[in-house]
């Protein structure tokens, strides 16, 4: 009986660690998906191409006039020799061999104000910017936009369903893990009820021991969402710099406090149902 109660609340403290590490996560994207939204919002890039006849000088005076347009929010002239680099880097040193005259025209790479990455907003975008005469077309990536702008909610959603799941799982675990614990002091049970303790009497060490279950999976979770923000910092220094200490510290707080709830709340539920049953029903 000891193995199997020790082997479940190993079970239940690591189905718990991975609710409140779900739950942490989805409190970081609350907290900031503003600001993350808006990282990946100006990240994104557009071209203005010019023409070929374009000079230089002629586009560096319309890059000062997009950087006076309100949806622009930085701007970086391309020269045709910088453009010729770059396609060399990814076509090979001898892609101009073919061509007569060099084929890169001069561009100009603009970021747009986060409110403006947006399917409809960006067809008023390119449309302002197509009226030059100069500008031979405006280049950017749609379809990615798009998904950036849908696949937040998607995530959102998935994480909610992960959550409820998971909290089902959680409340299945605990209940069994309460279930042995009464089983296990059945006896002391029985003679608590038998002398008059009251309900909440008899439920007092289950739910201090549970709070401490539900404060280990929190300490647990908390460990694995700082080490995988580490991760985010090796990988995305930048989106790290997004998440600031007090907000980690609200995370951290809003997952201890999950933790509680979950373990301390379904206790409280189980043990007065349990300690409803006849002494005959107790033992099955």
Known sequence: MKRRLASAYLSTLVSISLV?????IAALLLINSRNVSDYFKKNMRMSVMYKPEVTEQQALL????????AFVATSE??????????MRAMLGEDFLSVFETSPVP???EITLSPDYVRADSLE?????????PIVEEVVFQKTLIDALNTNLGRISFILLVAIILLLFVSSVLIGNTIRLNVYDKRFTV???????ATKGFIRKPF???????????????IIMMVALLFLLKR????????????????????????GLLICVVSTYFLVGKMVSLDKSELYY
């Open 20 to 24: 409140l590490l779900l739950v942490g």
């Open 62 to 69: 319309h890059q000062k006039e997009l950087d006076a347009l």
């Open 77 to 86: 002239f391309i020269s045709r020799e910088r453009g010729e680099q770059e």
């Open 106 to 108: 001069v561009s100009t």
């Open 124 to 132: 008023l975008v390119t449309g302002v910017i197509g009226q030059s």
């Open 190 to 196: 029985h003679t608590m009820k038998l002398v008059g």
């Open 207 to 221: 739910l201090i021991k549970s709070a401490f279950l539900g404060l280990f999976a929190a300490i647990l979770a």
């Open 235 to 258: 990988e995305l220094p930048q989106l790290f710099e997004l998440f600031t200490p007090g907000m980690l510290l609200v995370v951290m707080g809003v997952v201890i406090a999950a």
